[in-house]
Each structure stands twice: as structure tokens, then as C-alpha cells.
């Protein structure tokens, strides 16, 4: 075997898609690149990370992979790769992933160290002896929020001490630093609003509850509450579900004649024109694990309305730096988005609060070195 080298690590993700999940590992391993470390991705070749990332990872190994589970002929493509390239550390971001790398740990590379970084809720228990064996070869589990560590140590049988909470970071300074004036964002956009504009970023789906904020604009169209709603993304490409749900939508604004009060731009790189432009930002997912949209959105010093559930609930520290609602509860949002707009004082003070507390606590040099720090000690 070739010399193992400390600096060596490997990142395993066989998602083909581009998301959350994609992009924050993009991220990492281009700050941990620069920090020093020698990274071999290790995907399929047709991911989204591959293509995007060609220039960052100092090699690559492409998997096929025929099966989810029990994919031995992956697991010791991915061993023989390791053991040649001197690397003993890996990190998996997936947890469709675990069960491969389960395999390369047990029969192909027992002495793999594997880190796993959490993007994820756990959801139902899984303490099961299939889960418990693919968490088993975790040696550091990393989650982003001391919510989510909760939850594994509530459903899973993975030991408490080797969990540690580092968050998901991102460049601060992209948001911090206004790029354009309000004026400016909305002239960019081509939108006029008459009234405040409330805005949802983000992949249009079900779960995201697009459609639930034209209905509560719609209900507070009814009681005489002037607002503009500013829809920033689009449905995932050849997702029939999503299309149908975009569908509705459009079907809905078209039924009421809202098209002067709901405007619908297609998701765009350059997300300063959003959080530039808007006036209050609203998250109405069903559950985001993290919601890096929320983090955004505290960064560029917006009043946020956003679900009582999952990570956002503590990124927004229980409703001291951001307004927080019952899910899918009409009264709830729309009582609550009322006094955001009638009292601005207090609305210019949720925002304050949470560009200060975000513009400290997710600077990306924090999880890098948390990361670093990890490797570097073994947890």
C-alpha cells in the first residue's frame, strides 16, 4: 500500500443532482482544498459534482453503481482506489451512501477512518440491524445543529460521544455587503410592487408551500391587507410532481387575477437581487433540516416569518431572531405577517438581531477549521 498521508482525504457522494446537498459539499472541499488537503472525489459520472468540480478535486474514481444496497463490487472499486491513492479518511455526505461505504470498511479497508456529515433529519427510528451496521462504520458523525444530534441520539443506536455539531457555513461577505439597492434589485427584476413585497426563495414543490402563501395573500387580499408576493425559483426539471404543483399555481394566480400581485421569477445565480428586493423573506416549507435560505435571509438583515419546524426553528433561535408559525396554519401566518407589517420597529429589530448573530456564527471559516480540526485529531 502506498504511503498514507494526513492531507489525503477522499469524498464520497454518488448524487447526480444540484442542490443543498451538492453545493455545500462543493463548498467544503473547496476550502479544505485550500487549506491544504489533497481531495479525491469519488461519484458517478454523471453527477452534477463532478462536472462542477473538475478543477477542485485533485483526482477522480467513477463508480457504476447497479444497486443500493449491498454494492460489493463498488465497495472494493472504492477500497482498491483508496488504499492506491495512500488515503485512509473519507467523508460521506449522503445517507444513501452509508451502506457502500459500510461495506468497503467491513470487508475491504477496516482500518478506513469515515466521517459522515449530516444533511438529513433522521425522521422515523432507525435502530434497526441494517441501519445500526451502516452507522456502525461511522467513526465521526458531524451534524449541523444540536437538534439533529438530539434526533440521532433519540432514533438511532449511535453513540452520543462521537457526534459533533459544526455548522453549515457559507461566504458571509456575499450577503453582508448590500450589491443592490432595493430600487435597483426590483428595476433588475422588472417588478413595480404597489404594496410590501414578501418573498419565498427556492425549488417550487409541494413541500416548499408556494402555493399556500397565494392563498394566504389571497385571504388577506379579502380583509383589505395590501401585499405583493415575489416567487424566486423554479420546479426541478423532468419532476412531474413538481410541474403538476407549478401548474396549480399558476392555475390559482391566473382563477383570482393576481397576476399583478404575484410575480414568479425562474431561479437565478444571482440571489442578491432576491434578498435585495424583498421586504419581509417567508419560508413555508413542510420541514427544512437546515435551510440555508434562512441563513441568507438573517444575513442580509430581513424580518423573517418561517415554519416552526425542523432546523429552522433553532437557526432562528425559537423565535427571538425571526417570526415563527404553525405549518400550513392560515390564521397563524397571516395574524403573524400582519404585525410584521404594521410594526416595523419591531420587524427592523428581528432583522438586526439575526444579521448579528448569522454574520458571526456562519462565517465558512468556522466549519472548515471545526472540519480540519476533526481530521486532524481523529474527533
Known sequence: MTNISPTKIAFLITSTGWGGLEMNTLKLAKLLSEKGYSITLITQE?????????DIFASTVLLQKKRKYFDFGAAKKISAALKTNGIDTIFVFDNKDLDVVAWTKKIFYKQLFVLYQ??????????????????NAIDIWISPLEYLKKEVTLRTKFPEDKIRIVPLCLDTNQFTTKKYTQAEALSKLNIQPKAPLVGIIGRIGEKKGQLFLVESLLKLKSKGTAIELLIFGSPTVNDPECQIYYNRILETIKEHQLEATVHIVPY??????????????????????????TIE???????????????????????????LYEYENQEDFCGKLISLLNNKDEASAFGKRAFEHASKKYQQEIEVNGIDEIIKNRG
Open 118 to 135: 449530516q444533511h438529513m433529519q433522521i425522521g422515523i427510528n432507525k435502530k434497526d440491524f441494517l441501519h445500526s451496521f451502516r452507522f
Open 268 to 293: 437565478q445565480k444571482d440571489v442578491a437581487l432576491f434578498y435585495n428586493a424583498v421586504d419581509v423573506f417567508v419560508l413555508a416549507s413542510h420541514s427544512e433540516t437546515y435551510g440555508m435560505v
Open 46 to 54: 454523471n453527477s452534477s459534482i463532478y462536472t462542477q468540480g473538475k
Open 297 to 323: 435571509a438573517m444575513l442580509s438583515g430581513l424580518p423573517i416569518l418561517a415554519t416552526h419546524a425542523g432546523g429552522t426553528s433553532e437557526i432562528l433561535d425559537y423565535g427571538k431572531l425571526g417570526s
